[in-house]
């Protein structure tokens, strides 16, 4: 089975920074197309923005660009969300999520972690 986990989030004050990773067990992760979400208490689940297979960045939250930005290791395995600059409203928890057969996020995502919470606070 395919298992997707999250790691990384914490407790940091505002204007702080965190960098979440997302690693995979039986998944080719560092080749497949990765997408961020998170959701806030009481509200929906957003998506953050896409990574994909071919490289692409894109960012769907607003003031995301120039504050988080993607990454991957191939050979570990891994991608990452570095967030910079944090907000009180970027608290949420964080997931990635993975597919092997696309390269756009917007076909769908098969294979989900359980999230991992970040709180910005003073």
């Known amino acids: 089975q395919v298992q997707v986990v999250e790691s990384g989030g914490g407790l940091v004050q505002p204007g702080g920074s965190l960098t979440l990773s997302c690693e995979a067990s039986r998944f080719p992760l560092g080749y497949a197309t990765v997408g961020w979400f998170r959701q806030a208490p009481g509200k929906a689940r957003e998506e953050v923005g896409c990574?994909?297979?071919?490289?692409?960045?894109?960012f769907s939250v607003d003031g995301a660009k120039g504050r988080f930005t993607f990454s991957r290791d191939r050979a570990k395995n891994a991608v990452y969300l570095q967030m910079n600059n944090l907000k009180p409203e970027d608290t949420a928890v964080y997931f990635c999520?993975?597919?092997?057969?696309?390269?756009?996020?917007?076909?769908?995502?098969?294979?989900w972690g359980k999230g991992t919470q970040v709180t910005v606070s003073s």
């Open positions: 990574m994909s297979s071919n490289g692409g960045h894109t």
């Open positions: 999520a993975a597919t092997g057969s696309y390269e756009d996020c917007s076909y769908g995502l098969d294979h």
